[in-house]
């Protein structure tokens, strides 16, 4: 059987995701996130995509590019700041959104890739997430046009749970550090966030990697992600501008000589 799971570039990588797909989408604020595929997905055209991804990257870059261009129908996330245009066409009745606590997100993909279809959890209980209500859909006008729906509740050990369910999706699509042609994934410190277990809830996965190795170069025991949950690798040059790596809250203070210490340092 072919093992080499590699495919020549990101355009290649995407190029049979339909309009109306769900993506299960890597990342946390700027940090993991697969841009490049992201932006392969932009130059193709494709829209009306079901995203789910604990936020939708900032106005100019990542998830942001393809909510400007009009091409994401609903969004599955834990949170909208640092994006003014993901607020505003919620707030406007444009785009569909749940709200989901960052925990629980994680663990519906984490389950959904793991062929759990539901769990419970006290995260949520005795809110309105449990009650039902939250606004899913706005009017152009500002009243609630979808509201979600309630979630089923058990008690255990004396203590309210929700009912949660998992998450799979038609695909998915993250960023590693490092990756084997066997699929076989390496995130490097805060990138193995969401990457994992979005990668898990795709029916395909597609990776972009940053360095390509042969197999057996990775340390098994260093193994982020086994190659079982990956389908597609590409590499990512570092001279693509989609592939960069973006600070997203650049931090500086004075030192103790009245010197300006950055980035790691601050």
Not at 22 to 45: D, E, K, T, W
Not at 200 to 224: I, K, N, Q, S
Request: net charge negative.
């Amino acid at each position: 059987m072919e093992l080499d799971k590699t495919v020549g570039s990101v355009d290649e990588a995407v190029a049979d995701i339909p309009d109306g797909a769900s993506l299960a989408v890597g990342g946390f604020g700027l940090c993991g996130v697969p841009s490049a595929l992201i932006a392969a997905l932009l130059r193709r055209g494709t829209g009306e995509l079901n995203v789910v991804s604990n936020n939708c990257g900032v106005d100019d870059w990542g998830l942001g590019l393809l909510l400007r261009a009009g091409r994401i129908a609903r969004m599955t996330s834990s949170y909208v700041g640092e994006n003014e245009e993901f607020a505003r066409q919620y707030l406007h009745g444009e785009l569909e959104v749940e709200l989901v606590p960052q925990g629980t997100l994680a663990e519906r993909l984490r389950a959904g890739g793991s062929g759990i279809p539901a769990f419970y959890t006290p995260a949520g209980a005795g809110t309105q997430l449990a009650r039902g209500g939250l606004p899913w859909r706005h009017t152009p006008d500002g009243r609630v046009a979808v509201g979600s729906p309630p979630k089923e509740t058990r008690v255990f050990g004396g203590r309210e749970h929700l009912l949660e369910e998992g998450i799979t999706t038609d695909y998915a699509l993250v960023r590693a550090a490092a990756g084997d042609r066997h699929g076989n994934l390496v995130f490097h410190a805060s990138a193995r966030n969401f990457n994992p277990p979005a990668a898990m809830a795709g029916r395909v996965t597609v990776a972009e990697v940053e360095r390509l190795v042969e197999p057996g170069e990775l340390d098994p025991d260093a193994v982020h992600l086994p190659g079982v949950f990956v389908q597609r690798v590409v590499r990512v040059s570092s001279d693509d501008p989609a592939a960069e790596r973006r600070v997203e809250r650049r931090c500086v203070r004075t030192g103790q000589e009245g010197g300006v210490r950055r980035g790691a340092d601050a």
